[in-house]
Structures are given as C-alpha cells and as structure tokens.
C-alpha cells in the first residue's frame, strides 16, 4: 500500500503548501493523497500533479499518512522526492 512507499521514501515533504512548492520545481516523483482531506485544501496539489503527469497515489486516512510520515498530526499531502 501507499503507506509504505512512504516510509520506505528516502526523502518526502510533508504537506499542500509545501508539497505544492515541490511539484512547482520539478522534484516530485509521485504524491500521495488522503482522501479524507478537505477538497479545497488539496486541490491545487491534484491540478498540478495532474498538469505535469505526477503519479497520484490515493490513502484513506490523514491520520495514518501522517503517523507513516513520523508525525503527531494528520497530513493531507506528501511529496515523494525524487
């Protein structure tokens, strides 16, 4: 599952803002989305990571992409690096 991908990432970026800022840049292989995220706070991840044929990979829980991340919260978007 995608949870793995993300513990198993070598570098990731944890976040929409930041996440975003990445994708911006060219340094995103793939991103992963929760989708039990607010659709107005991940749009913008999704329309670029669209626009530039980024991989999305789905999850359902913010809680557990967050925890796989290594963090207290829940988190919406992460940037696998390439």
């Known amino acids: 599952m995608s949870y793995e991908k993300v513990l198993q990432a070598k570098k990731i970026i944890i976040g ?3 996440a975003v800022k990445a994708i911006q840049t060219d340094k995103v292989s793939e991103i992963v989305v929760a989708e039990d ?4 706070v991940i ?3 999704l329309q670029l990571a669209e626009e530039q044929q980024i991989p999305i990979l789905k999850v359902d829980s913010m809680k557990k992409l967050g925890k796989a991340c290594g963090i ?10 390439n």
Request: hydrophobic content about 50%; aromatic content about 0%.
């Open 16 to 18: 929409t803002k930041q």
């Open 37 to 40: 995220a607010d659709r107005r």
């Open 72 to 81: 207290e919260v829940g988190a919406a978007v992460v940037a696998i690096i």
């Open 43 to 45: 749009n913008k991840a």
